[in-house]
């Protein structure tokens, strides 16, 4: 950002800068002179140290760190106190030690402040002189030894002069055997924003993002149960919600401040799916979870810090703008899967935390933006991009910060966010002496903006790192904390900046795709991720069609993809691809559920027969809109069909946990192998599963075969007819002969009327009655 004229209001007048130098040699030069016990020489090179004191490099031997400056942002009746650690890092002792407090010039604006972090210690020339009679004193300090020291100084004392931020140093003065003399052995800078009116003019309007995400901890599966109980990947969220943990910290410490909640609907979900029975896997099974009440606790908390305040949803799952834009849109359907995660955002936020969320807001890694970039976080329907100041840079030789809302075409606003301040909590802020220090150089950064121009209202937006560890977040509190007084600046939410009038000379010119950052490109989800993610959404497209209840399938599933593009990946490569091969995978298994059962080698002996295949359904929900087909290798040499379908296929609808027969009519045209493939299909013709073959063997009997085997049945029958006739011939001759024999016995004339009539009927050759098996 332009800093032309960032010393208006805020430079020491020359007669004070003279009196300071002077004072400077003044007291160097007795101060040394007294104390040297050495030789004129080494007199004489500490005067002219003295004398330049910026050339002198500052000494090693005492460390110190500032653990707590109270107040941060005093007025003219409180007792400025700091408290810290001196420690010796050298080898000698120290001796005739003190600790004093410096209080150096007022700072040329935000380039006067930035130079003043980036020198290490303090210097006299450039710190001042130490406020007198306000001191700590060690009689002795050994080697490795570290001593707590707290400083009260009246602010009276101070000698403030003049609206603005001062250079405070804490130095430790003393003497070492080998330099036994006098002199600065250790200091550390800081920062004292001084305006203790509220500024005669306007007061900047601070914006301050409060995100809450975290990385993602939900896998895809869920159990059969009519609940679909959840499994989770780990249970290492609960460690963050629990008391003391980072998000924990977050609700507590953003409940009290006056913050834009920026939150990802991905962690509200997956924090309500803990509230009710869950799963967390453990190596191949899983096992119950138990934190329910650990995010129920944090959940209504939540919600109830939220009511009545402004809350941004961003897209379900965080997904990353930058890696769409330049990996995945060349991909089919990448984009549509931010549409889905945008639509699903402002419900999931509405259903937990019973707010209505702003949707139209789009925050890209880091701020960083490129014509790509934009297009992609603004095809899902928001019409604001959260920028950031060293992305969105200055050219036009402001010499304010100016407002962060800039129109950059399209319907689009940029709202961008000053670099500066988003940065200045992302170091490890666990020690108590990193934290002080931001915390005063974030204030006097905000005071210095605010004194740039007090006549122009100014809106500032802070978008701090997506995920603040819980110091960070303690430190971000503090400093936000310390402007509650709103002596110089005062709150505005997000949407509210993002209208604020834009400044016309502000830059609102979106940076070219070749600036930018190559640390962050390297960081993107690759090609592959993309082609991974469709792969996935073509499965769960053909799945669904066969569902009767798809949305226990589709909707766990379109959020494991929404997950799959998540910025939180960026961090993690390994993970990311862990993740998206265990979606698929999971999603491969419940569609082989539905599957067709092998089938043994078929016998046909004839010219028809009916073949049935099995199709096992082992979801727990019933299946349909499926239709089975069989295809012979050789359709000349055997024809399949049905009843239901000329082209040889069969509907199939089986129940949850149930199999289905399905029968179809095979004709053979010859004698012979012929190999079948079974598979089945969705209604559009889609094929689902994987194919089956089978065998069939057809030994049909061939009209030749038929008539020899008639002929011989035929003679087989006339062979009996002639042993039945022959049969009954016999008997009829031999019952004749007896009757004759007989009358010849008894004299009788065969011709007289008492001849008896014969007992048998004439000779038939009917078939034999019902009753009778005939043997052929």
Same mark, same amino acid.
């Given at each position: ?6 010393? !208006?209001?805020?430079?020491? %007048? ?18 040394? =002179? ?31 760190? #500032? ?25 000698? =002792? ?10 150096? !010039? ?13 020198? /290490? ?36 004392? $101070? ?8 250079? #405070? ?22 920062? $004292? ?8 003019? &306007?007061? +900047? ?18 159990? %059969? ?55 967390? &896997? ?13 995010? &129920? ?9 939220? *009511? ?5 949803? $961003? ?21 549509? @899967? ?15 935390? @019973? ?61 961008? +966010? ?21 915390? !005063? ?48 600046? !005062? ?6 900046? =993002? ?29 592959? =991720? ?108 055997? &024809? ?34 012929? *190999?079948?493939?079974?598979? #089945? ?38 062979? /009996? ?42 000779? %038939? ?12």
């Amino acid at each position: 950002m332009a800093e032309a004229a960032d010393s !208006q209001g805020m430079g020491p %007048s020359p007669a004070r800068r003279w009196l300071r130098r002077t004072a400077a040699l003044l007291v160097g030069a007795p101060l040394i =002179a007294g104390l040297l016990s050495g030789t004129a020489a080494t007199a004489a090179a500490h005067a002219t140290a003295a004398a330049v004191p910026h050339k002198v490099p500052l000494s090693r031997t005492v460390q110190v760190t #500032l653990d707590s400056m109270a107040p941060s942002a005093p007025v003219k009746s409180d007792t400025l106190t700091i408290s810290g650690t001196v420690t010796n890092t050298g080898r000698q =002792a120290v001796t005739s030690a003190h600790v004093g407090l410096r209080v150096g !010039q007022r700072l040329n604006g935000r380039t006067g402040i930035d130079e003043a972090a980036q020198r /290490g210690g303090v210097s006299p020339g450039l710190d001042g002189v130490e406020v007198d009679k306000y001191t700590v004193k060690f009689p002795k300090l050994a080697p490795g030894i570290s001593r707590d020291f707290t400083l009260s100084v009246p602010v009276a004392k $101070l000698g403030l002069d003049g609206d603005g931020v001062y250079a #405070l140093g804490v130095s430790v003065s003393g003497q070492t055997a080998s330099q036994p003399y006098e002199q600065v052995l250790g200091g550390q800078r800081t920062f $004292l924003p001084w305006q203790p009116e509220a500024v005669d003019g &306007k007061k +900047s309007q601070l914006t301050y993002l409060w995100p809450l995400m975290s990385s993602t901890h939900l896998t895809a599966q869920t159990g %059969s149960d009519e609940q679909q109980t959840p499994v989770f990947a780990d249970d290492e969220l609960a460690a963050e919600l629990a008391p003391g943990g980072r998000l924990e910290r977050m609700v507590a410490l953003g409940d009290e401040l006056p913050v834009t909640w920026v939150i990802d609907p991905d962690l509200l979900a997956t924090v309500d799916a803990m509230t009710r029975n869950y799963r967390v &896997k453990s190596g191949d099974t899983d096992v119950p979870g138990s934190n329910q009440d650990v995010a &129920k606790e944090w959940l209504g908390k939540l919600e109830d810090a939220v *009511q009545g305040q402004k809350v941004v949803a $961003l897209p379900f799952a965080d997904p990353d703008l930058a890696s769409l834009a330049h990996r995945g849109k060349d991909v089919s359907g990448s984009l549509s @899967h931010l549409q889905g995660a945008t639509e699903v955002a402002e419900k999931t936020v509405e259903t937990i935390l @019973h707010v209505t969320p702003s949707v139209d807001f789009a925050w890209p890694v880091q701020g960083a933006v490129d014509p790509s970039i934009v297009d992609v976080a603004t095809s899902a329907g928001a019409h604001n991009v959260i920028a950031r100041s060293d992305s969105l840079r200055e050219t036009g030789g402001l010499a304010y910060s100016p407002s962060a809302a800039r129109p950059i075409g399209g319907g689009t606003t940029a709202v961008v +966010s000053d670099a500066r301040l988003s940065t200045a909590f992302e170091g490890d802020m666990s020690r108590a002496g990193t934290s002080t220090l931001a915390v !005063q150089e974030f204030l006097a950064q905000t005071l210095a903006i605010t004194l740039q121009d007090t006549e122009k209202q100014r809106s500032i937006v802070v978008a701090p790192q997506r995920m603040p560890s819980a110091s960070q977040a303690q430190t971000m509190a503090s400093a936000v904390r310390a402007l509650s007084a709103q002596r110089w600046t !005062q709150p505005l939410d997000l949407t509210a900046a =993002a209208s604020v009038k834009p400044d016309a000379r502000a830059t609102a010119r979106v940076p070219s795709s070749s600036s930018y950052p190559g640390s962050l490109r390297r960081q993107e989800l690759p090609v592959q =991720a993309f082609q991974d993610m469709k792969s996935t959404q073509g499965t769960l497209d053909k799945f669904r069609v066969v569902l009767t209840a798809p949305d226990r399938v589709v909707t766990p599933f379109g959020n494991a993809i929404n997950r799959e593009m998540s910025t939180s990946w960026r961090d993690d490569r390994e993970g990311a691809v862990i993740y998206r091969a265990g979606v698929q995978s999971y999603l491969d298994g419940l569609t082989g559920e539905v599957r067709l059962i092998q089938k043994s080698t078929a016998t046909m002996s004839g010219r028809s027969a009916t073949l049935a295949v099995t199709v096992q359904n082992q979801l727990v929900q019933p299946v349909g809109n499926l239709v089975l087909r069989l295809e012979p290798s050789n359709p000349s040499r055997l &024809k399949v069909t049905t009843n239901e379908d000329a082209n040889g296929g069969q509907p199939v609808k089986i129940d949850g946990g149930h199999s289905q027969s399905v029968k179809f009519t095979a004709t053979a045209n010859a004698n012979g192998p012929v *190999q079948v493939t079974a598979r #089945l299909y969705t209604q559009d013709g889609t094929p689902y599963g994987d194919p089956m073959e089978f065998t069939v063997k057809v030994s049909e009997i061939t009209p030749t075969v038929m008539l020899v085997i008639a002929g011989g049945v035929l003679l087989l029958v006339l062979a /009996g007819i002639r042993m039945y006739t022959h049969r009954k011939r016999s008997t009829a001759l031999k019952e004749t002969g007896e009757a004759d024999a007989a009358e010849a016995a008894d004299g009788d004339d065969p011709g007289q009327p008492s001849d008896p009539t014969p007992d048998t009927g004439p000779e %038939s050759g009917a078939s034999p009655g019902t009753g009778e098996k005939v043997e052929h």
